[in-house]
């Protein structure tokens, strides 16, 4: 009987006080929840403001790079000049001296850009390349570059790769532009 009584009481009291417990509990569950949910979703939405942010600076940059290197007509031929020519006159000299420093400050500035390669068909397979100066495709490290290049059908195309640049046989691959 007091066993009987004691069950009883116990559940008299703590009925009352699970009822208010298992409301509140389930209450801060649910805003906990949706609190941590709407976190997530405003970081995520902040990730992707970033990462848009980013492919638009990419974008403007390769459109810069773009318009430097092929809307100036005197500049380009003086750099096919260049590339066909053993010497250097004066002039070329000029153009090259030109045509390096407006290739070398975005390679050597902006972490995304590896390097910048500026080819026109010629006998000699010249090409000028950001801090290498006047290179051989057949002496230079870097040649998958070229395959792409030479099946484009138009001179003046652009092209932009992503693609791993390992310069020496002991280093690590690096993904670069």
Do not use: C
Request: hydrophobic share 35%; net charge positive; no cysteine.
């Amino acid at each position: 009987m007091r066993k009987k009584f004691f069950i009883k009481s116990l559940i008299r009291l703590i009925i009352p006080l699970l009822i208010p417990l298992i409301i509140l509990g389930t209450f801060s569950i649910i805003t906990t929840q949706r609190y941590i949910k709407k976190e997530v979703n405003t970081s995520n939405y902040k990730t992707l403001e970033q990462t848009k942010s980013t492919i638009e600076l990419l974008f403007n940059e390769q459109e810069s790079l773009h318009y430097t290197f092929n809307y100036n007509a005197r500049l380009i031929q003086k750099l096919k000049s260049v590339l066909r020519n053993e010497e250097l006159n004066p002039y070329d000299i000029e153009a090259y001296g030109t045509f390096m420093s407006m290739m070398n400050s975005p390679a050597n500035i902006k972490p995304y850009i590896h390097s910048i390669y500026l080819y026109f068909s010629n006998d000699k397979g010249n090409f000028l390349a950001s801090n290498e100066g006047i290179t051989s495709i057949t002496q230079f490290y870097d040649t998958s570059w070229f395959r792409t290049a030479s099946s484009m059908t138009s001179e003046g195309d652009l092209v932009i790769q992503n693609r791993t640049i390992k310069r020496f046989s002991f280093e690590k691959p690096k993904r670069r532009s």
